[in-house]
Each structure stands twice: as C-alpha cells, then as structure tokens.
C-alpha cells in the first residue's frame, strides 16, 4: 500500500440554503401574510481522527473537497434542512497547519478527535422573517451565505512508543518483523524502508509495545539529504529510541562512527528529541567478532550496549522489556 505523510487540500463548507419570499394563499384565510421560511445552514467540513487509516495517501488523491448547501426555505415557514458534514477521515497524529500562513490550527492526537475546518454558511431568511408592526407585507428574502473556503496542509507524525533509528542497514526492519507482525521490505542495499511501519509487539504475557521502523538515517539528514528531516519528523512522537548499530562484518561503517553519525543528525534536527530514553542496541550480533565489535562500541560509549540477533533471538525480549519500562517511566 502507497504511503503518503503529507498533502494539501482546499476546503469548502457548504452554501447557506435561500431564504423564500412567500404568501399564504388558502381558500379560508382572507388575510394571508408573508409565510416564507429560512433556509437551512450549510454543511461543514470535518476532520475526524481515527486508528483505521495510517497514511494520508486517500485524502490526498482529492485537491478539494465541498460539503452539501442547506436547503431553500419553504412556504408556510418551513425551515430548509441543514447540509450534512462532509467527514474527512485521517491518521491520528495528523497536524492540521493553515495553507497560507502556516500556523498549527490543530493536532489530531487521539481516535475519535475532530476539528471542523471549514464551517458551512449560514441560511438565508425568509420574509416572514421581516414582518414587523408597520411593515406587513415585505417581499424581501435573503440569499444564504456562503461556505467558508480554506486551504489547509496536513501532515502526519506518527505516533508509536518506541521508534527503530539507525543508518541504512542497521536491522531495523528485521527487528520489527521478528517481533511482530509487520512485514516492512528487508534487503542488503541501503534505504530498503523508503516510508515509516508500524507493528505491535507483544512484551510479556499482558503489555505490549507500538514500534516504528524508521527509514535509515544518514550524515546530514537534519538538512534534507538521504530521506531528510521528512522521515525525522515521525521519531518526534516516540517515547524511546531505540539506536541499532551494526556490527557484523558485513556492516559498511564502524560501529563508533555509525552511531555518533545518528546521534549529531537527532541533536541537529531537535535538542529536545536527543534528550530522549534512548537503549543503544548491536545489532546482528551472531558471532565473536560481532561480541567484539560490540564491546569496543561499549567502551567506547562508556555505557551498556545490549547485544540482539533478529535471527536467533537473542536479547530480543530483554530489550523489548526493558524499552517498555522506559515508556512507563515517561508516561508517568
């Protein structure tokens, strides 16, 4: 399925419906007054939140979107109906920023959350609306007014509790495949994962964790080269990293380096974003050169590296475990 995280689209509400210039004509009623009705409210345009799309791909095959017109008032000061809400759905975490100036108008964080973002216009009046003590029979009736027009970018941050960062190739969608039951593209070539996934990871008998693979990160992401800051974004909403490094002998950079090159890139794009928990984690650690390699990152770091295999299993659950405890603790 294509993967969309950003788009832009014009919004209408819907046209207020007319108001009616009318008479009451009745066989029994010698005297009939103005008896027009008002028209009904346009629709408006809403954006609903919901966990049951995770991209912006089908909103964003659409440049505008037209919610229903209120309906003409009727005679006997009937009442035009109201035009229906024309419901857009998008991901949660979806950012809602003013086309023209940019500023955030809302944050969808929650499933269920909605926000209306172009209100449909009023209805017109009637001339029985008119009718006053000296005025008995006006003639006039209002149009309704029109819906406003809004241009609205919409950008998606994904939110997931632990996000996978690494250089290309750093096992971070083999990770999330071992553990759950994404399947994110897996090959030996740099930038296999060109957009985010997403999968659930059992941790224990009763709890469970929401990680984010996360495209692979190169030196000088956080000024738009590789995958860029588009991709940063997304490890905004995590609430702990978790940093794989490589270091098997099929890896292209020193483990040393390759993590100093993600952790600048993190302190560059956010200061904020470096402070998080973060678990530095060797990856494809299979053998003893692999434990080696792992234990010079160690020391280099001056601090604990826990060793994974995708493959074998190892320190899998141990680091899923402990990642989860790190969540709970920035929860509370």
């Known amino acids: 399925m294509d993967f969309r995280d950003e788009c832009e689209i014009e919004v209408v509400g819907g046209k207020g419906g007319d108001g009616l210039s009318s008479f009451r004509r009745e066989k029994y009623v010698p005297k009939g007054g103005p008896d027009g009705g008002d028209g009904g409210d346009g629709g408006g345009v809403v954006l609903v939140a919901t966990d049951r799309v995770s991209s912006l791909v089908r909103v ?76 008995q029979a006006p003639r006039e009736a209002e149009p309704g007014a029109e819906g406003e027009v809004r241009k609205v970018r919409l950008e998606l941050k994904l939110y997931a509790d632990v996000g996978l960062v690494g250089l290309p190739n750093a096992g971070k969608s083999t990770l999330l495949s071992a553990v759950s039951a994404a399947r994110p593209k897996i090959a030996g070539y740099p930038f296999t994962t060109l957009h985010p996934q997403v999968g659930i990871a059992e941790v224990g008998d009763y709890d469970t964790l929401v990680l984010a693979d996360l495209p692979g990160l190169i030196e000088g992401a956080a000024e738009g080269h590789g995958l860029g800051h588009r991709f940063l974004k997304h490890v905004e909403r995590c609430r702990v990293l978790l940093h794989l490094v490589d270091v098997s002998d099929g890896a292209d950079t020193d483990p040393v380096e390759a993590l100093e090159v993600i952790a600048a890139e993190l302190l560059r794009y956010s200061p904020e974003l470096a402070r998080r928990p973060r678990l530095v984690v060797a990856s494809k650690c299979e053998d003893d050169a692999a434990e080696e390699r792992a234990t010079e990152l160690e020391t280099g770091l001056a601090t604990s590296v826990r060793r994974v295999s995708s493959h074998t299993g190892r320190g899998v659950k141990e680091v899923l475990a402990e990642a989860r405890e790190l969540v709970r603790e920035s929860r509370d």
């Open 60 to 135: 964003g095959r659409k440049p505008r979107y037209s919610a229903p017109k209120g309906g003409p008032g009727g005679p006997r000061k009937r009442h035009g109906h109201r035009g229906e809400d024309l419901e857009i759905e998008v991901p949660v975490g979806t950012q809602v920023l003013d086309g023209e100036r940019g500023h955030l108008l809302r944050d969808l964080v929650s499933d269920g959350e909605r926000v209306v973002i172009a209100e449909g216009g009023k209805g017109g009046h009637g001339n029985a609306h008119f009718v006053t003590a000296v005025r």
